[in-house]
């Protein structure tokens, strides 16, 4: 396969790509030879996120290290390790910003990832992006923001209803997960979308008048596992 305009190339087995995805499967409908490598090209796919879902296909498991980092810093994860370990305050302090900064890499990674999962529509990678997203982000309560660009490549790539849309709204609801006002600003930008806006702003609302249905909880409160599901709809 050559991904992205720079034509990267990967050496992908035919079976890994078809199993997994619904889009390789018509991709390479017919195209598969036993005499010879087939090779494919797919441009507007960027080769950062291929290459994140040659690893999957294999591994079944998100491959952090395929991720560019500024300036060849460490990878979140090790970072979250090392905070686990350090005992000194001022380190714990530089950790704690560290973390913050390349945890905002990540959650853009993973939400731009997520996107071209649906693009392979893969929804079994998708559901595994959301669990990360959900882990990192809510339930370890990891301080960082989703960043505008970022935000507005969600408005453009997906629909109404889409659970990449709800995930960004809750994210930017959630006091615990945004942090002070400032990081919100922060994550909406100057021309945040309008359906963004108008979520938050109904949330808020019925927040101050108290107007939850019966039975119906405050999405801040909700258990976040399975919400940002894709049904499956085959093995």
């Known amino acids: 396969m050559l991904a992205g305009p720079e034509e990267d190339k990967y050496d992908v087995h035919h079976t890994r790509l078809v199993r997994h995805s619904a889009y390789f499967r018509k991709l390479l409908a017919g195209k598969q030879s036993d005499d010879a490598p087939v090779v494919v090209k797919v441009p507007k796919i960027s080769a950062t996120y291929f290459e994140m879902y040659c690893h999957w296909v294999y591994t079944s498991e998100l491959d952090y290290e395929a991720l560019d980092y500024d300036d060849g810093a460490p990878c979140f994860v090790e970072l979250n390790s090392r905070l686990q370990e350090e005992t000194d305050e001022s380190e714990r302090e530089d950790l704690l910003d560290a973390i913050s900064e390349q945890s905002r890499i990540l959650a853009d990674h993973l939400i ?53 849309r709800q995930f960004c709204i809750d994210w930017i609801d959630n ?21 963004l806006l108008l979520e938050l702003l109904s949330l808020k609302m019925r927040r101050e008048e108290g107007e939850w249905e019966e039975e119906e909880e405050d999405p801040r409160e909700a258990d976040k596992k399975g919400r940002y599901y894709i049904c499956l709809l085959s093995e």
């Open 175 to 195: 006091e615990s997960g945004v942090g002070s006002k400032g990081s919100k600003r922060e994550c909406l930008g100057e021309k945040a979308p309008k359906w």
């Open 112 to 164: 731009r990832f997520w996107i071209h999962a649906d693009l392979f529509e893969d929804a079994k990678c998708q559901n595994t992006i959301s669990d990360e997203l959900t882990k990192w982000f809510f339930d370890e309560h990891i301080p960082t923001s989703i960043s505008p660009s970022t935000i507005a490549f969600v408005d453009e790539q997906t629909r109404p209803g889409c659970p990449l």
